[in-house]
């Protein structure tokens, strides 16, 4: 086991990441930009390093500076958290020539994962539904060719990281050139990486993720799905698990069809197998993420297993100690993601308390909330027997949830929950922008 790992993030995971080593025995090292030095996981942590400006350019993805800071400190791995460096195969192959340890796949799996028609002739092969679609596009015009076989409407899409960005639907021609543009300038931004991807549309659909964990020794677990289809320009604003859309028999089969295609594809680590669900109930595969996932509590407050500490022990060389037998998937689980809708200075927090409700934050009394980084400030789960009385402990909680200083979407999360077609379980992803 590691004795010592740098966290390569900031905001509310970066805190998660160095609680989990703590409760293992792991000492910390924090990375921070000059925005974030009054930070809650630079306090939390054993070491902290400042490693540029406030712009992520200049600070979370300097690779540079983190490698510098991760050997200055002594630490033995580099745990990237979501986003920024965690679906880099440049930055994990710059740790291993370092002698530190990546916590997540190795960089040529990210390499070969990372190409879409090679991800989805795999995925075709193990038994999965594909759904239509391109490798990278050199240019617009590529983009428009690919289309005119495919069949409009199409979505064009980041071939590196996630979370949303670098996706735009378009609906015919005339609007693909600017779709291109925007969608690989997006991606450029977030990612350093421009180039994007075309798929067919599926819709009406829901966003279904079946979350799975492998290690090096064949061992592969699928801890069952979560229901993505609550959001807004393709950021997630609400997840769960079980979905309300899937049986128990749908349950089984992906279960199978997802442990065989992680084998398959020869994959160690935490990994999401991403699904749209048709109306006729036919799941289409659309892409893995190589990476913990935001909404990675759902899965942990519902089965008890601790992804975060499950991927360090995983890189660490240790074998999964549980197989698909142990996992039991027994009540429901709802997260909810708390944003700001602006910048401001956190004046006071009230977190809801009681069983099973968890608030994953890195707010603290007089944080602010800068244009830098992402608006997501804390995320709140529960659990309980049944999804019935899930959504009365998460309607009492967001109502008892107390942010003042900082605007959020508290309520229109309650808004949001409080919606027949929410509570009937009948959404999909047109949701939002039917509302």
């Known amino acids: ?19 989990a080593c703590k409760e293992m025995g792991v000492a910390t090292v924090a990375v921070y930009s000059q925005a974030d030095r009054n930070a809650l996981h630079v306090a939390l942590a054993d070491q902290s390093y400042c490693i540029g400006g406030p712009e992520a350019v200049d600070s979370y993805l300097n690779e540079t500076q983190i490698i510098s800071a991760a050997l200055l400190a002594g630490a033995q791995a580099i745990h990237p958290g979501y986003g920024f460096l965690s679906e880099n195969a440049h930055f994990a192959n710059l740790c291993r020539r370092h002698g530190l340890v990546f916590i997540g796949p190795d960089p040529e799996s990210m390499v070969r994962l990372s190409d879409k028609a090679v991800l989805k002739e795999l995925a075709r092969q193990a038994g999965l539904k594909v759904i239509p679609g391109t490798q990278a596009l050199e240019s617009a015009q590529a983009a428009v060719q690919a289309a005119q076989s495919i069949g409009y409407p199409v979505m064009l899409k980041a071939c590196a990281g996630g979370g949303g960005r670098g996706i735009r639907l378009v609906r015919q021609p005339q609007e693909m050139e600017d779709a291109y543009f925007q969608s690989a300038s997006e991606a450029q931004s977030a990612f350093g990486d421009g180039s994007v991807y075309l798929e067919k549309y599926i819709s009406p659909a829901r966003h279904v993720e079946l979350q799975i964990l492998a290690d090096e020794y064949g061992n592969a677990v699928c801890l069952g799905e979560r229901d993505c289809s609550l959001q807004r320009r393709n950021q997630k604003l609400l997840e769960e698990s079980p979905s309300p859309a899937v049986s128990d028999g749908q349950r089984r089969e ?13 994959y160690v680590g935490a990994g999401t197998l991403e699904f749209l669900l048709d109306r006729q109930g036919q799941f289409w595969f659309m892409e893995m993420n190589v990476r913990l996932q935001v909404e990675h509590c759902v899965t942990e407050i519902l089965t008890g297993i601790d992804l975060v500490k499950w991927q360090i022990r995983i890189a660490a060389g240790i074998a999964l100690n549980f197989t698909q037998k142990d996992i039991r ?9 708390i944003n700001a809708t602006g910048c401001g200075t956190l004046q006071l927090l009230h977190v809801p308390g009681g069983p099973s409700v968890r ?51 508290i309520e229109e999360q309650l808004q949001m929950i409080a919606d027949e077609r929410f509570i009937s379980g009948s959404y999909d992803l047109t949701f939002i922008g039917s509302r």
Do not use: W
């Open 1 to 19: 086991m590691f004795s010592k790992i740098l966290i390569a993030n900031r905001g509310e995971i970066a805190v998660r990441i160095i609680r």
């Open 254 to 266: 992906m279960t199978a069809l997802a442990v065989e295609a992680i084998r398959h594809l020869g």
């Open 329 to 337: 998937l027994q009540g429901s689980a709802i997260e909810c993601r």
């Open 359 to 409: 608030f994953d934050t890195c707010l603290v009394a007089g944080t602010e909330v800068l244009p830098y980084y992402d608006a997501l400030v804390g995320k709140l789960i529960v659990c309980a027997k049944t999804r019935e009385e899930t959504l009365r402990k998460l309607r009492a909680a967001l109502c008892e949830l107390v942010i003042a200083g900082i605007p959020t979407n």
